[in-house]
T-cell receptor, first 114, second 114 residues
Framework: AQSVTQLDSQVPVFEEAPVELRCNYSSSVSVYLFWYVQYPNQGLQLLLKYLSGSTLVKGINGFEAEFNKSQTSFHLRKPSVHISDTAEYFCAVLSGGGSEKLVFGKGTKLTVNP | DADVTQTPRNRITKTGKRIMLECSQTKGHDRMYWYRQDPGLGLRLIYYSFDVKDINKGEISDGYSVSRQAQAKFSLSLESAIPNQTALYFC?????????????FGPGTRLTVT
């Protein structure tokens, strides 16, 4: 079965610092990968997705992620964070082969401090 | 109008009561899902449906049932609610066409069982 591991449950950073949120997945078939953001008391918003093509994916709000097949990773990065980036971030994987079940990691709470 | 709507948005109920959460979509997607979100656990799949006649259990289906009344409607029922079903519930839809993948989440239903 697929699984997603988000290696850090909480990441505190200072404003304007770079950040990397780590995500590893387990799957033996082709995968589609996603990052979602959830702001306090809100629903899920898609940040970016990797389906095929370039392994470096750019998303909204200045975030990007790199798909690394050999390391089965899909880490999320932002070069300079803002207070408004404080939220919970979820990595998710969808396996190919018609099994359209999106499996989520447990989430990483990003707190940006002034 | 929102692509995926959920009713109610908030509900407080007592242990032992039957409750239904409803989901409607306007995307024309065949695939629909119910997830629950708990702090520190991410989103976990309860049930999913690939068309009106196809219903499948997810990883945490015990204590829940679903009904796919039409392509656009997918309801989740708690036959006898218990306090550990207190959570945030999300409905979602998806479509995978070649390498093009779409998924939409509803705004969530916050359920409290006392």
């Amino acid at each position: 079965a697929q699984s997603v591991t988000q290696l850090d449950s909480q990441v505190p950073v200072f404003e304007e610092a770079p950040v990397e949120l780590r995500c590893n997945y387990s799957s033996s078939v082709s995968v589609y990968l996603f990052w979602y953001v959830q702001y306090p008391n809100q629903g899920l918003q898609l940040l970016l997705k990797y389906l095929s093509g370039s392994t470096l994916v750019k998303g909204i709000n200045g975030f990007e992620a790199e798909f690394n097949k050999s390391q089965t990773s899909f880490h999320l990065r932002k070069p300079s964070v803002h207070i408004s980036d404080t939220a919970e971030y979820f990595c998710a994987v969808l396996s190919g082969g018609g099994s359209e079940k999106l499996v989520f990691g447990k989430g990483t709470k990003l707190t940006v401090n002034p | 109008d929102a692509d995926v709507t959920q009713t109610p948005r908030n509900r407080i109920t007592k242990t032992g009561k039957r409750i239904m959460l409803e989901c409607s979509q306007t995307k024309g997607h065949d695939r629909m899902y119910w997830y629950r979100q708990d702090p520190g656990l991410g989103l976990r799949l309860i049930y999913y449906s690939f068309d009106v006649k196809d219903i499948n259990k997810g990883e945490i289906s015990d204590g829940y049932s679903v009904s796919r009344q039409a392509q656009a409607k997918f309801s989740l029922s708690l036959e006898s609610a218990i306090p550990n079903q207190t959570a945030l519930y999300f409905c979602a839809t998806s479509a995978l066409r070649g390498s093009h993948y779409e998924q939409y989440f509803g705004p969530g239903t916050r359920l409290t069982v006392t």
